[in-house]
């Protein structure tokens, strides 16, 4: 290889030598050309294709063109006899990644090295061939590929399967018809052989849960040969476990046996894989964690940094479930704080910190405080967070906890870690009254020196709550009155605020509030003298001291519960006017974000992507549009919308989906009509109810749609009208009547005369669930305390044999229609039973709070206690009957 | 799993990479990803034993030989034993094939067998091989005189070579 080196010698001399230095992609596409001779220069030809693949690593593309014309005389090298150059020719074949039309040209070239006798070549040539083949092209290989896989030589057979490994995800159906194949090579005497074998067989397995089992029970008795394939087996073997607890069986867990067993594996990569499997089983008994905390606990004092690493992160989590644990093996982490590591020293602090008892603490901040300075912002972070919860575990040892707080907050540090300081002072201050003086104060000294204005800008405000409160309000003035005059406006409004609820709240202080405020209303901001005015008016600055009155105290503390989003939207549509605007007008709904948003949004926490497009209002625009009707403007506010139902299957004539709207004594159906056969215009399009299944409903009048040509979506209502304020529930059945006129589509003018028709639709309710909003609330607990339990109504049921919990779950949200609260919808996997919270507002403007506990047994039977609480007896018994029907 | 195999000069410049997830899309956040693990190792002493890391919930492995920085990155859930056994075949390889040498002007002289190497370490994420002496074997046999028959025994010739390189880079 050093041959070309030395060509480039001369060019050449500087410190840092290199023979790429001054490469460039045109020359090299040029000298590519000599692929192209008659006699092939292999030397010269490997050296080409490295400068090639050097320039692909470095980042360089080639265009189209280039890399056909280079793929192309690629192609020519398979005349060459030389193995090393061949070598080159399938990386360069694979980087190139040629398109499915070039692929053609060199299938044979490869497919004759698939069947030479040298297995190097066969092997490269499956693992190219696989990489750039498509699926037609698999099948006329498919033969050769089997019996690679069974192949005597090894090399040959790992190439064979993990190419079967990545077909897979593309051409499942060809893949799996090589399990025996597969099967035949897990029993293969090669370690890594056996190591893909398996990796592949549990893949084309992965969704018969019986067929993996058996594959795990087979395997834990024989011998498994490589490392690596004995810890996929530990992971599948954990698998089976979960799956097979989650069908209620009980006694032993099956092959718990075998995981203790591989703790004793020579190899150290086994070890570790069973531990951490067995620490993490769900249910894990301490008897059942012993062994595994046993052989993690060696391996802190391994000399290898990552079994350090890897021991004490395993140690770490089971802290958070089992910290009692992992006590014994707290000797070893201390002198882990002092790992050259950081990774490892940080880990070990924390898992410290969850399982240190009251007495430790103290020893423990000493050492934490030298270690505190020499690391990085975001090990800081991890530290201070596991402070946090230890104070909240340890309440009593809040001042040796709050001081270092304090300190470290005092140190130099980026934003995301003072911040999560400043969380953690505000959440000990919540939970702990004795730390409150102490804790604002040091919070009133950090602002006086703090250049985050966000961070300024929240404890102002957590300050403005807290401050009046305590036995002396007055020291705090001199540190929010110092805001006003230092800092920039966003700071100097929000000190205003403060400064206002202290005056509202601490009747004493009002006159030298009022004087300070005064003084704002001189500052050169806007929002500045806009809010010291306003508080002036509020809280009574015309010198007069008066009782601060309780909706002033509401205005000043009382949360906004409305969904920012929905206020936001209703001030942009308010138009200036004599009318003031309304808060009350506002939707108070909180909106779903489309799901599917959601979900790719947690795929990818770190993509790179265009922003998440904003949830389109619908309430919104349907309030808009049934207020242009004049029919409904008379109806009042609308209480809520439903989800479009559709009433047609997709893809038919006419597409056809009704909105429910409903309002205090009407409801309105919009029907959202499609046509989608564009030789047809319809006219007159009515919908035909027929109620008589829905007694308390009066049909008052529909209103037609006059044309529904091809391709636009088109409205028609039917308004009913309903007894005032009562769940009025029903079905029913429509018809869609028009007169349908032929179009010519060459002209796209209609002919005069129409026909009158009719088109079935599906038969929709209106059910209970209609007249709930779905509204959050954001302590659940608060909400249903202050419900009381006088109209809290409790019941049993059972829901029969169900799918999932999860399953089930959703189900009852989805019937009931109200707002989980607090994440309580999310049921965590194999749980055998699951409490869910919901909020939502009934009509009539009646607060509701359900508590729903679900218990789910080995026939997958469910059963459920609903306990409701609202404001409204009948309310109650309204959502016991939704369920019970 | 294996996201990524990457050996870097000692300023975080890349000699050969090899992705194997499009967890980093595009040139510049490979680029961007080399530079900052380049920065956030650069004090350790990872010479001697692999080091470790915890890197925006990928665990990344690494090692030291002279001016060459070896790295295996995986998923957070993934082995950490499993990413050092590969980082060792690599290292072991690459010092190999590089007959002791292990340096960056020896790396870039021999660019090809350091490509080769990391086709056979990995593929596409799929650990191949893990010995290194295995991994120079499946290289070496290249770089043997034109037209040389290619058997059985040529690779055990190119590893005993190789063997024989590495106890004498030992024994220096």
Known sequence: ?885 | MVKNVLLLDSEGRRVAVKYYTDEWPTYSAKLAFERSISCKTQKTNARTEAEIVMFDDNVVVYKFIQDLHFFVTGGDCENELALATVLQGFSDAVTLLLRGNVDHGEALENLDAIFLCLDEIVDAGMILETVGNMIAGKVATHNLDDGAPLSEQTITQALATAREHLTRSLLR
């Open chain 1, 1 to 885: 290889m050093s041959q070309y080196v030395k060509k480039d010698d001369d060019l050449d001399e500087e410190a840092e030598y290199s023979p790429f230095s001054g490469i460039e992609k045109g020359a090299v596409l040029q000298e590519a050309r000599c692929f192209n001779d008659a006699q092939i220069d292999s030397r010269r030809c490997s050296q080409v294709i490295t400068k090639l693949l050097y320039l692909l690593n470095q980042g360089e593309t080639f265009t189209k063109t280039e890399a056909t014309e280079v793929f192309f005389s690629v192609t020519k090298l398979f005349q060459a006899k030389d193995p090393g150059l061949r070598r080159m020719t399938y990386l360069i074949i694979k980087e190139l990644s040629p398109s499915s039309d070039e692929v053609i040209i060199v299938t044979s070239s490869l497919m004759k090295d698939m069947n030479s006798k040298t297995d190097v070549y066969r092997a490269n040539a499956i693992r190219v061939l696989c990489r750039i083949t498509d699926g037609t092209l698999l099948t006329q290989i498919e033969r050769y590929l089997k019996q690679a896989i069974v192949d005597k030589n090894p090399v040959v057979a790992s190439a064979a399967l993990v190419s079967g490994i990545h077909l897979l995800q593309t051409n499942p159906e060809i893949v799996k018809r090589w399990s025996n194949e597969v099967q035949e090579a897990v029993q293969s005497r090669a370690a890594l052989v056996q190591f893909h074998a398996l990796a592949l067989l549990q893949q084309i397995r992965q969704n018969d849960r019986l067929a993996v089992s058996k594959l795990v029970t087979s395997l834990t008795k024989g011998t498994v040969r490589s490392p690596l394939a004995q810890c996929l087996l530990i992971r599948y073997t954990s698998q089976v476990i979960r799956e097979s607890s989650m069908n209620g069986q009980t006694g032993d867990r099956p092959f718990y046996d075998y995981l203790e067993g591989c703790l004793r594996h020579k190899s150290e990569m086994v070890i570790f894989e069973a531990a951490t499997a067995i620490t993490e089983l769900s249910g894990v008994t301490s008897r059942e964690l012993t062994p595994a905390i046993t052989v993690l606990q060696l391996f802190l004092s391994s000399s290898k940094p990552v079994l350090r690493f890897a021991a004490v992160r395993t140690l770490n989590k089971v802290a958070m479930t089992h910290p009692m644990a992992v006590t014994t093996c707290n000797i070893d982490m201390e002198s882990l704080i002092s790992d050259q590591n950081r990774s490892i020293a940080t880990l070990a602090i924390t898992t410290l910190l969850k399982t240190g008892n009251e007495s430790g603490v103290d020893r423990l901040m000493k050492q934490i405080t030298s270690f505190m300075s020499d690391i990085a912002d975001e090990f800081k972070i991890v530290v201070v967070y596991a402070i946090r919860s230890l104070c909240l575990k340890f309440p009593l040892k809040f001042r040796t906890l709050m001081n270092f707080l304090s300190n470290i907050l005092r140190e130099e540090g980026g934003f995301e870690y003072k911040k999560a300081i400043v969380d953690s002072i505000v959440t000990i201050i919540s939970d702990i009254p004795d730390a409150k003086e102490a804790g604002l104060l040091h919070l009133c000294e950090f602002i006086e020196d703090c250049e985050f204005t966000y961070l300024s800008t929240q404890i102002l405000h957590f300050l403005g709550i807290e401050g009046p409160k305590t036995s002396d309000p007055s020291k705090y003035i001199r540190y929010i009155y110092n805001r006003v005059i230092l800092e920039n406006a966003t700071v100097r409004a929000s000190a205003v605020s403060t400064l206002a609820k202290f005056g509202a709240m601490v009747d004493s202080l009002k006159p030298r509030i009022f004087v300070l405020l005064r003084r704002c209303l001189y500052d050169n901001d806007d929002e500045v003298r806009d809010r010291a005015t306003l508080y002036l008016n509020t809280i009574g600055g015309d010198g007069s001291v008066v009782e601060t009155d309780k909706d002033v105290k509401g205005f000043l503390f009382g949360p906004l519960d409305l969904p920012l989003a929905n206020l936001e939207a209703s001030l942009k549509n308010y138009e200036p006017s004599e009318e003031p605007f309304d808060i009350n007008s506002v939707p108070k709904e909180v909106k779903a974000q489309p799901f599917a948003e959601k979900k790719s949004a947690a795929k990818k926490p770190t993509g790179l992507g265009a922003p998440p497009v904003a949830p389109t209002s619908t309430a919104d625009s349907y309030e808009k549009l049934l207020l242009s009707i004049p029919e409904f403007s008379s109806f009042g506010k609308l209480f809520k919308s439903s989800a479009p139902v559709e009433l047609t299957e997709s893809e038919t004539e006419y597409e056809v989906n009704v909105v429910k709207h409903i309002f205090d004594q009407h409801v309105v159906f919009q029907y959202n009509c499609t046509n989608t056969i564009p030789e047809q215009l319809l006219e007159d399009v009515t919908i035909v109810v027929d109620a008589s299944e829905a007694e308390e409903f009066e049909e008052v009048a529909p209103k037609p749609l006059k044309s529904l040509p091809y391709g636009t979506p088109g409205q028609t209502f039917v308004e009913f009208e309903k007894p005032e304020g009562v769940p009025a529930v029903g079905k029913f059945s429509n018809v869609l009547r028009f007169i349908v006129k032929e179009v010519d589509p060459s002209t796209g003018e209609a002919e005069e005369d129409g026909v009158e028709d009719e088109y079935q639709l599906e038969e929709f309710e209106v059910v209970a669930a209609d007249y709930m909003l779905k509204v959050g609330v954001s302590n659940f607990r608060n909400a249903w305390e202050s419900l009381g339990p006088e109209f809290e109504r409790v019941d049993e049921y059972g829901l029969g044999p169900r799918e999932s919990l999860k399953e089930a779950v959703s189900a009852v949200i989805n019937l009931l229609g109200m707002q989980p609260c607090e994440g309580t919808e999310v049921v965590a996997a194999n749980s055998r039973s699951h409490t869910c919270l919901l909020s939502g507002v009934y009509i009539g403007n009646v607060k509701v709070a359900v508590r729903l506990s679900f218990g789910v047994d080995s026939a997958k039977e469910v059963a459920m206690k609903l306990a409701v609480r609202s404001e409204d007896a009948a309310v109650s018994d309204a959502i016991h009957e939704l369920v019970a029907n």
